[in-house]
């Protein structure tokens, strides 16, 4: 089983260029959700969705886009990179039930220059 | 709004010795998931344990145990007679019922097991 798949692993951006993290699970799980990793702040949440065509702002949302055209993937996008967006990032997935746990990809390193 | 507050970051011990990972929490909502995941140094994150909070039977699993207390809102972790397979990152994350299964999570703990 692949679970869930995240691309790429590493990346280097330069300030201003925009870019798409991909994000694809093959677990039929409703809800999806990004998080950014960085030092000393635990995960934070960036954008959610309940199902497919339902997104939702989560704590850190300002310079993502997202979208769910299937309940497979879950891009995230960033539409100008910025230093402030230099993290780690975190894909995962549940089931809709309340409570269950969350399934998270390998992670992207982003760096941003 | 839900809040996860992990105090130690770092924690290192040799060997053998028990790990206490400590975890409190804030939530408005009755009806509420504590959980603890690992992260090794290969950086995946990895689910380990899952309480709700109608159930506050404090459990064994190998190795791990953990102790929630409503009361105090705590929900901490502890690792006995660690290994240097258990060094890693450990978050404490909480989800509310109503919440679309959104994790809050502390900051993490660094565990160091010295050989």
């Known amino acids: 089983n692949a679970g869930v798949t995240q691309t790429p692993k590493f990346q280097v951006l330069k300030t201003g260029q925009s870019m798409t993290l991909q994000c694809a699970q093959d677990?039929?799980?409703?809800?999806m959700s990004w998080y950014r990793q960085d030092p000393g702040m635990g995960l934070r949440l960036i954008h959610y969705s309940v199902g497919a065509g339902i997104t939702d702002q989560g704590e850190v949302p300002n310079g993502y886009n997202v979208s769910r055209s299937t309940t497979e993937d879950f891009p995230l996008r960033l539409l100008s990179a910025a230093p402030s967006q230099t993290s780690v990032y975190f894909c995962a997935s549940s089931y809709r039930a309340p409570g269950t746990e969350a399934f998270f990809g390998q992670g992207t390193r982003l760096t941003v220059v | 709004a839900q809040k996860v507050t992990q105090a130690q970051t770092e924690i290192s011990v040799v060997e053998k010795e028990d790990v206490t990972l400590d975890c409190v929490y804030e939530t408005r909502d009755t009806t509420y998931y504590l959980f603890w995941y690992k992260q090794p140094p290969s950086g995946e994150l990895v689910f380990l344990i899952r309480r709700n909070s109608f159930d506050e039977q404090n459990e064994i699993s190998g190795r791990y145990s953990w102790n929630f207390q409503k009361s105090t809102s705590s929900f901490n972790f502890t690792i006995t007679a660690s290994q240097v397979v258990d060094s890693a990152v450990y978050f404490c994350a909480l989800s509310e019922a109503g919440g679309n299964n959104r994790l809050a999570f502390g900051k993490g703990n660094q565990v160091v097991v010295i050989p």
């Open positions: 677990m039929n799980h409703e809800y």
